[in-house]
């Protein structure tokens, strides 16, 4: 596996950087493309912290999805008349939901942290699977992939990566094929790989894998 062109990362080492209305805190995995902020970019991956009941920020013409990784999770509500309510309370479950949405975060049972997805609509879609057990990969030029719990080996022809849990890796620019992804040594506690496919938006065919 060709480690040049993989991005590695390790949640616990990345900056943790507060919310300005001190509600949360965000550790950001990948924001693309090099050098965009929360106003430009094309996909951002980021892992957030709710310690208090928060209004999401909106974010206009933005797909996102968000995950439970921990805690109780939250009730998501809109509150500009969209009629959405969504209990984000089991973990590993994505929810996608329109970013332009004005949406209240109440606590259901402590602190929640949570993994997040962003794409520009019209630009690129955001696939998210969610891998218990040994499965090939066939994945597009961009994406990453994250090990939510348990220890993961992605082998591929040219090498093996081994993930623990919190760490990952992204890439951008070559597809991956022949990969192969199992938990590194049975266990008693679950293995979860969250798996992120950024396609072109005009690629939404389901021609990605995770078998």
């Known amino acids: 596996m060709n480690a ?9 080492v990345l900056p943790e950087i507060a919310w300005k209305n001190g509600c949360g805190t965000t550790r950001e995995l990948v924001c693309r493309p090099q050098g965009a902020d929360m106003h430009d970019f094309d996909w951002r991956v980021s892992i957030a912290t709710i310690a208090v009941d928060a209004a999401f920020s909106a974010f206009p013409g933005v797909e996102r999805c968000i995950v439970l990784l921990q ?4 009730r998501l509500t809109s509150s500009d008349g969209a009629g959405i309510e969504h209990r984000l309370d089991e973990a590993y479950a994505p929810f996608v939901f329109d970013g332009g949405r004005v949406l209240q975060a109440t606590l259901l049972a ?10 520009r609509r019209g630009r690129h879609h955001a696939q998210i699977a969610v891998l218990r057990a040994p499965a090939a990969l066939d994945l597009p030029p961009r994406g990453l992939l994250h090990a939510a719990a348990g220890e993961w080996m992605l082998d591929a022809a040219d090498g093996t990566v081994v993930l623990a849990t919190g760490q990952g890796v992204w890439w951008e620019g070559t597809g991956r094929t ?15 790989l969250l798996v992120v496919a950024i396609d072109d938006a005009d690629a939404r065919s389901p021609a990605r894998d995770a078998r």
């Open 4 to 12: 040049a062109l993989l991005h590695r990362y390790d949640v616990d």
């Open 71 to 74: 805690g109780g999770g939250v």
């Open 110 to 119: 402590g602190v929640s942290t949570d993994f997040n997805t962003m794409t």
């Open 178 to 192: 022949g990969w192969r992804a199992s938990p590194r040594a049975p266990s008693a506690a679950p293995a979860v």
